[in-house]
């Protein structure tokens, strides 16, 4: 059984999760090592311990039972604390013999870009692998330049890729996916106008909106969009796959009748065995099955509609759940984090939407008794502690929370939150090069004014916009800046310092005839 572990994730989590999770060996590299000081588990440095020592080409002689263990991955829980879902070798196997995700050769060459502890990872690893396909190793940022190289010098014929990433390269290089023969795309409400403009200019290219909770192995339901079926209205999440069986339930558990809502449950091959170590709330998620023969049901907690022609429609959500950037984020497990602090005496967390439409976390804390802690303090302990998707981009401190008459906190009532914004006394542009980044700063932030010592994500930015930023920056300057670079530098000074030294970089090759 393995465990994959997200390099960007702060390192208490990291230590979290491998005890959680009893793990007894590591493997990891030397960029990593680091992060396991003080952890009493062997580790294995891929790239510097001599462990390959008799090497064999035989296959090793372990029996695997399909309902044996294979991975457990870990998304965001309501309790305060991650929950890892435990998926079985029966649970990848039946997702990657899907046919509809196998049909047009997408699989054959799978690009992996995201990471392994993701929902994607399963995708880009064991679909390819487990059909006799390859893997394309994407060895930097994907970019909208590396994705074009991958395509025509290494023969990539499929990608999977969150909803907000889809839509950005979509608005920035609509033709960057010319060549391949499938998208999977999941994680937010798909834009049709997003779907035409690709397949425009990949009109051989079938694109699948995906639904999938984790605790299905990645994908449950999906709709096939090519260029002569793009849809005019909203995006349905489709059919079910091969190995899934979808039920449209009212509160009573009864079916609901077509094009009436209710909560979406799921059975059949695909559902994982629960959560490792948390029988209560395997016990909560995973009901027995009404119309089964002795097997579960998975409660999603998503409110969908079964429409005419037999898809499914998704209409909401029916707890405090949201996705961020195609994360699974729930408010509970964010607010224990904030009141970790002791700093704080109350905190509320929810979601709205930024300048883009997007989905941003929005947080309200009530300092504790003569603590003066600010919402920037607040977001750096954060990120000492949580993902960088499970940061609040804002977080308002108030003396007190308004309630309602049965003394819960009035959301309605809660001040709306500001812009972030960089300090009120911001610095000017002192050049050209300045102010054109100004330009794209408050483009993709959907700001009205911005400082040239004012930090790109501490207004609000994250991984996706900042590829976008680059997208523009890279266009307008007609250049190639490394994605590094922009994360790296993130104020408009810095980068304006950085772009100045690279151009003088350049201009000097020029002028001595060096023709790398």
């Given amino acids: 059984?393995?465990?994959?572990?997200?390099?960007?994730?702060?390192?208490?989590?990291?230590?979290?999760?491998?005890?959680?999770?009893?793990?007894?060996?590591?493997?990891?590299?030397?960029?990593?090592?680091?992060?396991?000081?003080?952890?009493?588990?062997?580790?294995?440095?891929?790239?510097?311990?001599?462990?390959?020592?008799?090497?064999?080409?035989?296959?090793?002689?372990?029996?695997?039972?399909?309902?044996?263990?294979?991975?457990?991955?870990?998304?965001?829980?309501?309790?305060?604390?991650?929950?890892?879902?435990?998926?079985?070798?029966?649970?990848?196997?039946?997702?990657?013999?899907?046919?509809?995700?196998?049909?047009?050769?997408?699989?054959?060459?799978?690009?992996?870009?995201?990471?392994?502890?993701?929902?994607?990872?399963?995708?880009?690893?064991?679909?390819?692998?487990?059909?006799?396909?390859?893997?394309?190793?994407?060895?930097?940022?994907?970019?909208?330049?590396?994705?074009?190289?991958?395509?025509?010098?290494?023969?990539?014929?499929?990608?999977?890729?969150?909803t907000g990433f889809f839509h950005m390269l979509a608005d920035e290089a609509p033709d960057c996916f010319s060549g391949l023969k499938q998208v999977l795309s999941?994680?937010?409400?798909?834009?049709?106008?997003?779907?035409?403009?690709?397949?425009?200019?990949?009109?051989?290219?079938?694109?699948?909106?995906?639904?999938?909770?984790?605790?299905?192995?990645?994908?449950?339901?999906?709709?096939?969009?090519?260029?002569?079926?793009?849809?005019?209205?909203?995006?349905?999440?489709?059919?079910?796959?091969?190995?899934?069986?979808v039920y449209v339930l009212d509160q009573g558990l009864a079916l609901s009748p077509p094009g009436t809502p209710g909560e979406l449950y799921l059975a059949g091959s695909g559902l994982a065995r629960g959560y490792f170590g948390r029988p209560e709330l395997t016990s909560e998620r995973f009901v027995a099955n009404p119309f089964g023969d002795g097997d579960r049901l998975y409660r999603t907690g998503d409110l969908v509609r079964l429409l005419p022609g037999g898809e499914l429609e998704f209409l909401s959500r029916t707890d405090e759940q949201v996705k961020v950037r195609g994360f699974r984020v729930e408010f509970g497990e964010v607010e224990a984090a904030l009141l970790g602090n002791p700093e704080v005496g109350e905190a509320v967390v929810f979601a709205d939407k930024d300048n883009a439409d997007r989905n941003r976390l929005v947080g309200y804390v009530v300092p504790a008794e003569s603590s003066a802690v600010t919402g920037t303090e607040l977001r750096s302990y954060l990120g000492t502690r949580l993902p960088d998707y499970m940061v609040p981009s804002v977080i308002v401190t108030l003396p007190e929370f308004p309630l309602t008459g049965n003394g819960k906190v009035d959301r309605r009532a809660l001040p709306a939150p500001e812009q972030p914004s960089g300090d009120d006394a911001r610095t000017p542009a002192r050049n050209p090069t300045d102010t054109a980044l100004m330009a794209i700063f408050t483009d993709v932030l959907g700001l009205t004014e911005v400082g040239v010592d004012d930090n790109f994500f501490a207004l609000g930015g994250d991984s996706i916009s900042g590829l976008r930023a680059i997208s523009r920056l890279n266009r307008d300057f007609e250049m190639e800046l490394p994605v590094k670079e922009f994360f790296q530098a993130a104020t408009i000074a810095d980068l304006s310092d950085r772009l100045r030294d690279l151009i003088l970089a350049d201009l000097t090759l020029a002028e001595s005839g060096d023709p790398s």
């Fill in 1 to 162: 059984t393995y465990l994959p572990l997200h390099t960007t994730h702060p390192t208490p989590r990291l230590h979290h999760l491998l005890h959680t999770t009893n793990t007894t060996l590591i493997i990891t590299d030397k960029a990593n090592r680091e992060r396991l000081r003080g952890i009493d588990i062997p580790v294995i440095v891929i790239d510097s311990d001599p462990v390959w020592t008799d090497e064999s080409t035989e296959n090793l002689d372990i029996p695997v039972a399909p309902g044996q263990l294979a991975h457990v991955m870990f998304t965001s829980g309501s309790t305060g604390e991650p929950k890892g879902v435990a998926v079985s070798h029966r649970n990848l196997m039946d997702f990657a013999a899907d046919r509809r995700l196998t049909a047009d050769g997408g699989c054959d060459r799978v690009i992996f870009h995201a990471s392994a502890a993701f929902d994607a990872g399963t995708y880009q690893v064991w679909l390819p692998l487990l059909r006799g396909g390859q893997v394309v190793v994407a060895t930097e940022e994907l970019t909208v330049p590396l994705l074009r190289k991958l395509i025509t010098e290494h023969g990539a014929t499929g990608m999977g890729i969150t």
């Fill in 186 to 245: 999941g994680g937010e409400a798909a834009s049709p106008a997003a779907m035409a403009r690709v397949l425009d200019r990949a009109p051989d290219l079938t694109i699948v909106n995906g639904y999938g909770p984790t605790e299905t192995t990645v994908l449950a339901v999906c709709h096939r969009v090519t260029k002569g079926n793009v849809p005019t209205g909203v995006v349905p999440i489709g059919v079910p796959t091969d190995g899934t069986k």
